[in-house]
């Protein structure tokens, strides 16, 4: 059970809170659009998207958006599969089946490139037979009495692409949903989780059939559920306080270590973690802050700040082990396993059988490490051997394909996976590859791995002509901040090209190097006028160049570089993105006319200080699915559970700090800001449409010019749930920067 990391209106006649000690709100002559699906809002909703779509939706855009879709659909695309018992299951999207296909087949099929694949669920099918829009968003089995195969799991459907599921039963024997009449599980739309205690038994926490909520909207209860109870009448087995950001129940069921855990998630970075010792709740004794995951025998720590423990200090962003029982009885002698330092920081880890797999960055690239918790004849416990796996400026993952194989064939052809692991290899130029491989202990030489490559993704533009370069710009501040350049090999620094700048910054999430055949398609390969001979001379060859910027606030560099730019030092963020901006022009690679920047959710945020803040180093700012207002941030959909990361609005004192970076506050008339496309989804049940919505209707009604709005009607917080919708959503705002980049005169 892992438990390491990875975002409601006031009634407008209510008072401010200014007697009750909160930061009073400022006028908001657009708060009449928070009702999301009210009919006035919609309407208005509709006149904008018309709007954007005459603008944007020309012959040009349709062939870009057939261009991505070819990308999205292509049936040459790797198929990524889990592997439960002798199946290996994959869900699949394209052309024919749009909502997608659940479906699995076994390991000499998938390893022969042709695979024979066996449909269990279309998700088409079911969506026209029961006149719901299901997505589909994943499946948990049920452990499997010895010797027995994997049978049953709860499918977890979304109608709308939202965050809040759907769980049903399912037996992937009769490749049917099993029947709520007869006792099936199937539980109410909502958020929250699922997971099996045993063949009759549910852990649920949810926020359905009337269960309390917290202030996040997410589930404040645990219950245990049994065949043919309600929700309603479930046994509650663990409740958090209201203002705490969510309650998690789950079980290990891995035989010989079974554990039943309670997560009290407290905030986005705080959490309690509790374990069921004969039926009484235990809690582990570390730091809020120190992430805590299990394996067997093992306890792992990960501390977000530094952890001072019995005299010895240990970093943040290290890595520290102990051994479950000994941990609970008293004992807090921890091994040190992997130890964080200005470049290198541990992205996640992995446990096969007998080693575990560290995935780390040195300065944004991947290197992998294999440790060793029980080498006969180590020097010191917890051998460490790197796996040589990962050329420069790529990321390169790996983790376990089934580490409960035992040292026997189990029958899926493979002799036995329990220390076998997947590669997933991939760079801005390099299609992605799976890799498959073994490890083995080799006396003194340790860990040694062999490996066969199993897919190969498609090429999908001309990679030869293209480089990837890595660049660092120097903030505001003096920090060194990395960021990712991908052009022609021909690039010529006259400061012409059109260039797009991404970023994200925040929730300790890292921006690393990724394929992507819609941007090397729709940016990379596309051609300004002049390099076509229309206008101008421009000798060379004239495409996009694609930036993507490592900026404090991500994880690039472990929990240091997330927490410098926490809450009142959120500008670094901004700061850094600036300086990586400025680079970009000083180094004559661009100009502000051709530059633009894009992001999403907390991107959005990042662009849209960009655009408030910055409007000086921009011609074009896309952003999608974003914050904005963030004063009623913490009162919108699932707002409340990001105060960690921005602060509260509603505390005076950091009201002052927060309002320095909200953009819809920081409009100011007679200034020239830059061409502005926002986009959103209705179904958003995360961050919601509605600040979106309000930035747009508040620069148009101040008389911005070239201020567009566009606003999907499903698809969740992704804005899209299904390849037609991606492929439209990344061609409006593709096609958006490029007209506003390119066309223009220098």
């Known amino acids: 059970m892992t438990t390491t990391s990875a975002e409601y209106p006031t009634a407008p006649g209510e008072?401010?809170?200014?007697?009750?000690?909160?930061?009073?709100?400022?006028?908001?002559?657009?708060?009449?659009?928070?009702?999301?699906y009210g009919e006035e809002q919609l309407a208005w909703v509709r006149e904008q998207n018309a709007r954007t779509e005459e603008l944007l939706e020309d012959a040009e855009y349709g062939e870009l958006e057939d261009r991505i879709l070819e990308v999205l659909d292509s049936t040459d695309r790797i198929a990524m599969v889990g592997k439960h018992g002798q199946w290996y299951y994959n869900f699949w999207k394209d052309r024919d089946n749009p909502k997608g296909l659940w479906r699995r087949t076994d390991w000499e099929s998938y390893r022969a490139g042709s695979p024979a694949w066996e449909t269990l669920l279309d998700v088409d099918a079911l969506a026209a037979a029961e006149g719901e829009e299901w997505v589909f968003h994943g499946a948990s089995f049920l452990r499997p009495a010895a010797g027995q195969p994997h049978r049953l799991a709860l499918l977890a459907l979304s109608p709308d692409g939202g965050d809040a599921n759907r769980y049903r039963e399912f037996d992937v024997e009769t490749r049917s949903f099993v029947d709520p009449a007869e006792g099936g599980f199937d539980l109410p739309t909502a958020k929250g989780n699922v997971s099996w205690l045993d063949a009759d038994t549910l852990l649920v926490a949810s926020t359905a059939a009337g269960l309390p909520t917290t202030t996040s909207s997410y589930a404040r209860t645990g219950v245990v559920l049994r065949r043919g109870e309600s929700l309603a009448s479930a046994e509650r087995l663990f409740e958090i306080p209201e203002d705490h950001m969510m309650a998690l129940l789950a079980h290990d069921s891995t035989p010989g270590f079974e554990r039943t855990f309670a997560v009290d998630w407290i905030s986005f970075f705080e959490k309690r973690t509790s374990v069921l010792r004969d039926g009484v709740w235990v809690e582990l004794d570390v730091p809020e802050d120190v992430n805590l995951s299990s394996h067997r025998e093992?306890?792992?720590?990960?501390?977000?700040?530094?952890?001072?423990?019995?005299?010895?200090?240990?970093?943040?962003?290290?890595?520290?082990?102990?051994?479950?029982?000994?941990?609970?009885?008293?004992?807090?002698?921890l091994s040190v396993l992997f130890t964080p330092d200005a470049h290198t920081s541990l992205q996640s880890w992995s446990w096969t059988r007998d080693f575990l797999l560290l995935n780390l960055l040195r300065d944004v690239s991947s290197e992998i490490r294999v440790l060793d918790p029980q080498r006969p004849g180590a020097d010191v416990a917890w051998a460490s051997s790197v796996l040589d796996a990962c050329p420069p400026l790529h990321d390169v993952n790996a983790y376990a394909v089934d580490d409960e194989d035992g040292s026997g064939d189990d029958g899926d052809g493979s002799g036995g996976a329990g220390n076998d692991f997947w590669l997933v290899a991939t760079g801005f130029t390099t299609p992605s590859t799976l890799t498959r491989g073994t490890l083995t202990r080799a006396g003194a030489d340790g860990v040694v791995s062999t490996h066969e490559v199993v897919r190969t993704a498609p090429s999908f533009f001309d990679e030869d002509a293209y480089e990837v370069q890595q660049h660092f710009a120097v903030s505001k501040d003096g920090t060194r901040v990395p960021y990712f350049q991908i052009a022609a090999k021909d690039l010529v620094l006259d400061g012409q090209n059109p260039t797009q700048l991404s970023g994200y910054g925040g929730f300790e999430i890292s921006r690393t190097p990724a394929y992507s055949g819609a941007v090397g398609r729709a940016w990379l390969e596309r051609r300004t006028e002049e390099s076509a001979g229309a206008v101008g001379d421009v000798p060379h060859s004239r495409?996009?160049?694609?930036?993507?910027?490592?900026?404090?606030?991500?994880?690039?560099?472990?929990?240091?570089?997330?927490?410098?730019?926490?809450?009142?030092?959120?500008?670094?963020?901004?700061?850094?993105?600036?300086?990586?901006?400025?680079?970009?022009?000083?180094?004559?690679?661009?100009?502000?006319?051709?530059?633009?920047?894009?992001?999403?959710?907390?991107?959005?945020?990042?662009?849209?200080?960009?655009?408030?803040?910055?409007?000086?180093?921009?011609?074009?700012?896309?952003?999608?699915?974003?914050?904005?207002?963030?004063?009623?941030?913490?009162?919108?959909?699932?707002?409340?559970?990001?105060?960690?990361?921005?602060?509260?609005?509603?505390?005076?004192?950091?009201?002052?700090?927060?309002?320095?970076?909200?953009?819809?506050?920081?409009?100011?008339?007679?200034?020239?800001?830059?061409?502005?496309?926002?986009?959103?989804?209705?179904?958003?049940?995360?961050?919601?449409?509605?600040?979106a919505r309000k930035m747009a209707a508040r620069m148009q009604a101040m008389g911005i010019p070239n201020v567009w709005f566009h606003e999907a009607l499903e698809g969740g917080h992704a804005g899209a749930s299904d390849n037609r919708q991606a492929a439209a959503l990344q061609s409006r705002s593709q096609h958006f920067l490029w007209r506003a980049l390119a066309g223009r005169a220098a």
């Open 15 to 36: 008072p401010s809170g200014a007697l009750s000690g909160t930061a009073p709100e400022p006028v908001d002559e657009n708060i009449w659009l928070e009702e999301i």
């Open 298 to 333: 093992w306890l792992l720590f990960r501390p977000q700040g530094e952890w001072t423990l019995d005299g010895t200090s240990y970093p943040a962003g290290s890595l520290l082990a102990a051994r479950f029982d000994d941990f609970l009885a008293g004992s807090r002698e």
């Open 543 to 691: 495409g996009g160049v694609y930036v993507v910027a490592n900026i404090r606030g991500g994880g690039e560099y472990g929990p240091s570089w997330h927490r410098a730019a926490l809450q009142d030092k959120r500008h670094r963020a901004y700061e850094d993105f600036a300086a990586v901006a400025q680079d970009l022009i000083a180094r004559g690679v661009t100009s502000r006319q051709r530059l633009g920047c894009v992001g999403g959710s907390n991107g959005g945020l990042l662009v849209g200080n960009m655009l408030t803040q910055y409007p000086d180093l921009f011609g074009a700012v896309s952003c999608g699915v974003p914050l904005l207002d963030m004063r009623r941030y913490s009162k919108l959909s699932a707002g409340y559970s990001w105060i960690a990361e921005y602060g509260d609005p509603d505390v005076p004192e950091q009201w002052e700090f927060i309002r320095t970076f909200s953009p819809y506050h920081l409009l100011r008339d007679g200034v020239e800001y830059p061409e502005t496309f926002i986009w959103t989804a209705t179904s958003d049940d995360r961050v919601g449409p509605v600040q």
